[in-house]
Each structure stands twice: as C-alpha cells, then as structure tokens.
C-alpha cells in the first residue's frame, strides 16, 4: 500500500464529507457512481448531489480507522468509521463507509460507489 495514496484518498474523501458542494466537488465523483445508502437505498449521482448541496455546511465528521486496498493499478477501495461530532455528537454508534475510487482518462481519481452502514451499538 502506498502512504501517498492513502494520504491522497483521505484527503478526498474528507473534502466530500467537510467542504460545501462546488466544482471542486462534483469534479471527484464519477459520472457512473452509485451509492447504497445507511437504509439499504441504492442512491444515484444526481441524488447524493442534492445530498451534498444541501447538507448543512457546519457538520463535522470525526473519521478513524480509515484503510485502503489497492485492488488494480488505477482501482483503490477506501473504507473507515465516521460519526458526526459537530455542531452535535451523534448518538449513534457510527457509520461505516467504503468507497470504490478509480482513475479516470486524465488520472484524477474519482469515486464511482459508496456505501454506508449503520454501526450497531455494543
């Protein structure tokens, strides 16, 4: 595993969850990408952009545990637990995510699917 691309695929990962949707934004999520929500939802491109636009901009995620597996040269799978941890502590146990990300034609990576899971409490 790379430290550089672990380093690169967490910092992406966090301007999804912390930063405002914009441009910026939009630019790291695959034309193609998929999402299977906390509900068992499958979710599309347009749905989880409505999502990130409209999230409140205050919200903050405490991320650890966060792992990747280099599946093929331009193919990385992200995972890690989060729980919101501003402007309020969830009360829930957390959320496990993971991440397909991918290199696209001009070698930006990009996230094509996404899931979350509820964490059961202990």
């Not at 999804?16 to 998929?34: K, N, P, T, Y």
């Not at 903050?60 to 890690?80: C, G, N, P």
Request: charged share 25%; glycine share 4%; aromatic share 8%.
């Amino acid at each position: 595993m790379s430290l550089a691309l672990s380093t690169l695929l967490f910092k992406l990962e966090s301007r999804i969850l912390h930063q405002s949707f914009s441009q910026d934004i939009d630019c790291l999520l695959a034309d193609e990408l998929r999402e299977i929500g906390v509900d068992g939802a499958i979710h599309s491109r347009d749905e989880i952009c409505q999502w990130l636009t409209a999230k409140d901009p205050q919200v903050r995620w405490d991320i650890r545990d966060f792992r990747i597996q280099v599946l093929a040269e331009e193919l990385a799978l992200t995972s890690y637990w989060a729980k919101q941890c501003a402007p309020v502590v969830s009360g829930s146990a957390g959320i496990m995510h993971s991440s397909l990300w991918v290199k696209n034609a001009k070698q930006e990576w990009q996230m094509r699917f996404h899931q979350a899971t509820k964490v059961s409490p202990q």
